[in-house]
């Protein structure tokens, strides 16, 4: 195995570590996330893109600030398997897993391998895109698109 397949391959287990560690308990769940979080689980009972209010369903609801590309994977997760901060917050960390390859690929492309390297190492360090990353919001699956 040469140097930069050792290289990226302790790249890939780091973000596999940084992004999987403590999942459903580190950043605490906050207003946003438990928001989308809850609309998350409507879609995944079956009661449609609703936020549940007061024991009525509001469906289509203006204020959340995500779409479905952030909350219709998580509902798919929490249909598949069950109900549960982390098991929501897995697409999210698939999204920032898959951010950090577009990085590198990017990066790889413009600037050459070292700097690919360089440049997944500082981004899956940088705890404030990790621990965005992870909550069910939209700026890394925002910046994924982008890349895309």
Not at 36 to 55: C, E, I, N, T, W
Not at 121 to 146: D, H, Q, R, W, Y
């Amino acid at each position: 195995m040469n140097k930069d397949h050792l290289i990226n391959t302790c790249i890939a287990v780091l973000a596999f570590f940084f992004c999987f560690r403590e999942l459903g308990t580190f950043p605490s769940a906050w207003l946003d996330d438990s928001l989308f979080m809850l609309v998350a689980q409507s879609v995944a009972r079956g009661d449609g893109y609703s936020l549940p209010m007061f024991g009525e369903f509001w469906q289509y609801p203006f204020v959340l600030a995500v779409g479905p590309m952030a909350i219709l994977p998580s509902a798919l997760s929490m249909s598949l398997f069950g109900e549960s901060v982390a098991v929501a917050r897995i697409p999210s960390a698939l999204y920032t897993l898959a951010t950090i390859a577009l990085v590198y690929c990017f990066a790889k492309h413009r600037a050459g391998t070292r700097n690919a390297q360089m440049a997944a190492l500082l981004l899956l360090t940088l705890s404030a895109f990790i621990n965005n990353g992870k909550p069910v919001l939209g700026e890394v699956p925002g910046i994924f698109f982008l890349l895309l």
